[in-house]
T-cell receptor, first 113, second 113 residues
Framework: NAGVTQTPKFRILKIGQSMTLQCTQD?????MYWYRQDPGMGLKLIYY???????DKGEVPNGYNVSRSTTEDFPLRLELAAPSQTSVYFC????????????FGDGTRLSIL | EDKVVQSPLSLVVHEGDTVTLNCSYE??????LLWYKQEKKAPTFLFML????IEKKSGRLSSILDKKELFSILNITATQTGDSAVYLC?????????????FGKGTKLSVKP
């Protein structure tokens, strides 16, 4: 009963490095989302996808890129890591927009030093 | 600008107390309001509310939505230490962001033995 799986759980990056946060779901959900959560703040939407091959920007997309080549996977890429990207990143999925809750992964804690 | 405001931001109670958490919102094209519980990792889904005045219950937790006054409350009766968590309120808006979630900052509940 895996649900939404995120890897890695923790990562420390140096400024200017790049990395990909992985997210996969086994519920055959069409919709997938990436959020970031800063201390004492709510979750903010970075990117979302309504199906394979379709992605769109959320509230805070700058500095990130995504792709959705399969229904299951929705990786988030940081090209040039900056200290402002230090955060906890959550991936979520849902069966459809509207009247269905989003299900979240356990998060990736990322520190940029 | 769409926004979701939760109050209080933090709350300390003793086991057995009853608590009420508040969530007010201003969004375009409201679709639904959701409550999540976040312990150390992933937010876990509690309730989704779409209709005004209809209470949703799950054990000691209940929630109700007032679409006229634009707020929701989450009640927890006979609190236990396991209820200690951050409770997140999110509103799904059907505006330009196509039904994505807007989160409040959360209420941190601490239940002491």
């Amino acid at each position: 009963n895996a649900g939404v799986t995120q890897t890695p759980k923790f990562r420390i990056l140096k400024i200017g490095q790049s990395m990909t946060l992985q997210c996969t779901q086994d519920m055959n959900h069409n919709y997938m989302y990436w959020y970031r959560q800063d201390p004492g703040m709510g979750l903010k939407l970075i990117y979302y996808s309504v199906g394979a091959g379709i992605t769109d920007k959320g509230e805070v997309p700058n500095g990130y890129n995504v792709s959705r080549s399969t229904t299951e996977d929705f990786p988030l890429r940081l090209e040039l890591a900056a200290p402002s990207q230090t955060s906890v990143y959550f991936c979520a999925s849902s069966t459809a927009q509207g009247n269905q809750p989003q299900h979240f992964g356990d998060g990736t804690r990322l520190s940029i030093l | 600008e769409d926004k979701v405001v939760q109050s209080p931001l933090s709350l300390v109670v003793h086991e057995g107390d009853t608590v009420t958490l508040n969530c007010s919102y201003e969004v375009t094209n409201f679709r639904s309001l959701l409550w999540y519980k976040q312990e150390k990792k992933a937010p876990t889904f509690l309730f989704m509310l779409t209709s005004s005045g209809i209470e949703k219950k799950s054990g000691r937790l209940s929630s109700i939505l007032d679409k006229k006054e634009l707020f929701s409350i989450l009640n927890i009766t006979a609190t236990q230490t396991g209820d200690s968590a951050v409770y997140l309120c999110a509103v799904e808006s059907g505006g330009g962001s196509q039904g994505n979630l807007i989160f409040g900052k959360g209420t941190k509940l601490s239940v002491k033995p």
